[in-house]
């Protein structure tokens, strides 16, 4: 944090148009809120489609949410809640507010919790992009596994399977040597917790990682 | 974070035995004490040395941490405030707490704010320790540079030279290719803010990452 | 390739709106032009921006880029003529014809060249992001350095001056290590032959070398 | 490419002494034969083995290998077709003209098609080989993995069961991870574009890769 | 070595208590004691645990192995002989004869023997400590696996058993991809030859190998 | 080591075909020798170039080190005595004895006694082989650096100036990191001791590294 004075809000911007999401990401984020910490407000970027299942639609919101970080120059630091991290780059380069992505500090968070961590992937089509993106941070050496639900974002949203799925997918990434499970999803924090207490490893919420890393970013 | 009920206090451990490095530390959290937070309590390791610069006295002083450990089953999170590290591994075989330590943690938490981070070392004879690590840790390629300031620590805590020394360090880090620099030592915290200013790059203070890492290790 | 009939033409998109670097472009690639081989087309991304220097100026030109792509379905193959790479995983993912970034392209040609290869990047901002791109490449290890002219696009392309401070770049990449150069921009193709007889060390024109990617991708 | 005036042959040399082989790279190799362009001329090494399945087979073929490039200044770019690339290194040691080993040419063609790439050994003793040389070539990361046909390169040759078990060798592969396939043998090439339309993912033909980088390299 | 006189014993430390294991040290390294050679010397610390099979039983050994160490400087070189190298790095901090520690030279006696190498481990449990060792000796690539006994130190060294345990995971290990194995563990060494011959793989055994590195570094 | 009964002599093959060279690794390994130790036995390879300084000339000695290796079916195990290990591939593939190489041993040796390495090359022209060596290894991490002597091999060998230059580079090579030294050549033993003495560090001599390995290959 570079001002002196009081920092301002952490924007969480959920990049997709789905309310609901926004809505579940304000709930997963209600322990970080204390009285005289920096608010933590999040916003539904309206112009995004309403959910991000490939990688152009990632890249074809970029263009709106620059147009809502340029409309906020009050953020003390900003957080994109989709964990294809879509824009991070263009965001960093436009703001002098620090940036965080989910699932740059989603994997960092593990990273902290276990040599090896496990990605619980949606589907089986984002597992290649996850890779790739952790070859770019340099640290495909601590990823143990990545492996999807083999679900639709909407489905693993409403699930009665979606824990069950969770647990089963969860235990195979341990086998696969994780010490840490990852939820490659900004939509699965409710199931953080119980997870953790089941499979009886650390589990990551990511947009929680991001949210603690903006924390640190604008202390004083 | 495995328990419902409310977390204990964030045990951020000086394992050396100077306490006015301890009350460095307690200053240095300070922007992390909120109300209904969990509790951020930092002790001294009165059997430590008075000061760690060597691997030996790091190794040695594992003992009486994991004594102080044990005698502290109410913490929710642990942290080891030594930028080597010490413990870490037997601290976290022991308990069930999430443990940091934090160059751990200064690494991860740098490697959100730029693509390549440089290092400020205390002493020349330290850099290949952090090698080392941040090698063990897979993250080497992020790395563009750890220099020393070629004092002792004690110079370094006293130290009115000490600012401008960690002025020409970070500058000959950023042209290394530095994007964001961390204070490889406890005891540099009340520099880090100014030099950010200064240097006009994210400037991680460890200690203060990895209460950032525990915090969110805890949140519900 | 998968047609069996005669493939479409390879199409060399400049995303930037300036006609003349298209011009350019259109003349760097005569040498691969054959009667009976597929057609070369040079086309110009008039929304773009006239000239490419950040991150965010690559992302936005993402919409009108895939656009273009959808409106040329008889493409055989794709090529993006910007050193950067914009926009080349979004325009995978909607068009089964095989694309080419000049970065990639560029980098994987060198590779057949030299054992480490040497960039030649137009400013100092560019080398940054070079460089995690070749992370994200997983080929690192391979890049001996990269290092800037320290000239605007604007500079280098009228530039009496470019081929001198080519020279001496290309010598300070070479006292790297480096066995082979590439050019980082798309604008400096005239200079590759001349450069490559100066120096001694094969020179690489990148968007060369992804329309000699793209032939192969298309030859029957 | 050096010389100004129009470049000399792309000499392709199949080192093994199976003229039945060297008909084949010719007949893979016609796409690229244009009008105008240079020629690309497929000769045997007489005093090479029949066959290729061995290190100190390809060692051994080295001094033979040798005396034809010299014998031949008037190459413009050299190919070395058997997927072991013997002596490489050698000929690019004696020789200014480019020098193209297939292997190479296969893994860097192949890092354009797909972020992961698999390759398909003729038998289980060549994927040792093959993981040595990526390792060299600093590009395991981008490996999903290496499967033998179980055949010796003569049923291959022949075989009418080659292209099932290329299906299923193929398919194998793609369950690893593998967005493109490389056939790691010279004498696979007919088999490309079927295997391409059966798997639905790009397949390289490495002797076309390599004779793709050769024409990149004389183009003036 | 530095003295040109002749060099002290190569002293071989058992850091648990117990006599037994130290024993089957002594008899390990009959075939390395030659007339003239320097002596190998087997010593237990006695006060070490019985076993070490955690993270903190090593740690806590190392103020009394750095005792020990101390009290002979006569030493001509040293060697930890428990798997997981404890105190190696504070032993090379307090003296000037050269040290070893078993898992380190086992691994790097591996690697001249296959390009990938193949680890027995006791128990699951030490796995991933094995992996993080590795890493942090960047050699992770060169691991094809590491598989567990899944017994006990106890069990492993009674063991009529341990043998064909030995040889199932050693083919396990074969398939995996291993060229050479090594014995994860200081009582094992009795099984080395008779595995050896039975599986057709190099086994090292790592206290030969460390007393190996040891001679090679006191001969003149 | 296989066989139960006295393994064979360990044949360090000098692959050129200059006594004098042959006779100074004679000399280097006289500290290996002991009564009832396996014999070590040094060749000349008559039909070698009389130095060795080409890849080519490398690669073409080959043919008659086979036959030499052919000729001893009595070696318990070899050693290919020339920094670039000629024919280290192909004789492991001719013969179930150990073969070691000597750059591979030195590197190896050296990466027990510092955490990088340096690497005293003869010529500039051999650095980058080295390199290509190292990632082939999979170890660059660990080598801080490869510097020439900038001499003939004939020079570097009866050298009054070859001392002092090797103080002068293994000093420059202490300043880039490295905390132990490897000489890059076959016939630098005789330094190896002074050197060391001179510089503090530990100095590897690459034919006693791989001698050292040889004979832990064939302990009983």
Do not use: K
Not at 60 to 73: D, F, K, N, Y
Not at 134 to 153: N, Y
């Amino acid at each position: 944090m570079t001002p002196a004075s009081r920092p301002g809000p952490i924007l969480v911007i959920n990049p997709n148009s789905n309310e609901a999401v926004t809505a579940g990401l304000d709930a997963a984020l209600e322990g970080f809120r204390r009285a005289g910490a920096p608010a933590i407000e999040c916003v539904t970027l309206r112009e995004g489609p309403f959910g991000i299942e490939s990688q152009a639609q990632g890249d074809l919101l970029i263009a709106p949410l620059l147009r809502l970080v340029e409309s906020r120059p009050d953020a003390g630091a900003i957080v994109i809640a989709c964990y294809s991290d879509p824009g991070l780059d263009s965001v960093r380069s436009i703001t002098r507010a620090p940036a965080f992505g989910i699932q740059e500090s989603g994997v960092l968070a593990a990273m902290a919790r276990g040599d090896r961590f496990g990605v619980v992937a949606i589907s089986g089509g984002s597992v290649g992009r996850h890779r790739r993106y952790m070859r770019r941070m340099g640290v495909l050496d601590r990823c143990a596994g990545d492996r999807p639900l083999d679900m639709t974002v909407d489905e693993s949203a409403r699930g009665e399977a979606t824990f069950g799925r969770l647990v089963e997918v969860g235990q195979a990434l341990i086998g696969d040597g994780a010490e840490a499970l990852i939820l490659g999803c900004a939509g699965l924090a409710r199931h953080r917790a119980p997870l953790e207490a089941e499979l009886g490893v650390p589990v990551i919420d990511p947009t929680q990682a991001a949210v603690g890393a903006a924390l640190l970013a604008v202390v004083v």
